[in-house]
């Protein structure tokens, strides 16, 4: 079993820039692809990023590519997403998941099959 917490969120202002992080504890939860999603009041989840268990192979979300930067350190068993050129439609709750898979349902079915999730943590972009 793995358990997830997110930190980090808040409000900023639209342009600027926000780091979440995730902590992991468990057995074995470096071995775990890891990554976030989000929801925003009245959407659907979606998927925003997402890093395999190594960190060699990232894939991001068509609308925050190039913006945002996932990462991990697994001596920390800590994970990352940095957030520049942050934009109003960047507003929701973002969820960090942990998964043993690292593939295509985890941009394509909105997290239904992702195995762990934290609590989530709120990011509000004003203007």
């Known amino acids: 079993q793995v358990q997830l917490v997110e930190s980090g969120g808040g409000l900023v202002q639209a342009g600027g820039s926000l780091r979440l992080s995730c902590a992991a504890s468990?057995?074995?939860?470096?071995?775990?692809?890891m990554g976030w999603f989000r929801q925003a009041p009245g959407k659907d989840r979606e998927f925003v990023a997402v890093?395999?268990?190594?960190?060699?192979?990232?894939y991001y979300a068509d609308s925050v590519k190039g913006r945002f930067t996932i990462s991990r350190d697994n001596t920390k068993n800590s994970m990352y997403l940095q957030m520049n050129s942050l934009k109003s439609g960047d507003t929701a709750v973002y969820y960090c998941?942990?998964?043993?898979?690292?593939?295509?349902?985890?941009?394509?079915?909105?997290?239904?099959?992702?195995?762990?999730w934290g609590e989530g943590t709120l990011v509000t972009v004003s203007s």
């Open positions: 998941a942990a998964d043993s898979l690292y593939g295509t349902t985890w941009y394509r079915h909105a997290g239904d099959g992702i195995d762990y």
């Open positions: 468990g057995r074995a939860a470096s071995n775990y692809a």
């Open positions: 890093i395999n268990w190594s960190g060699t192979n990232t």
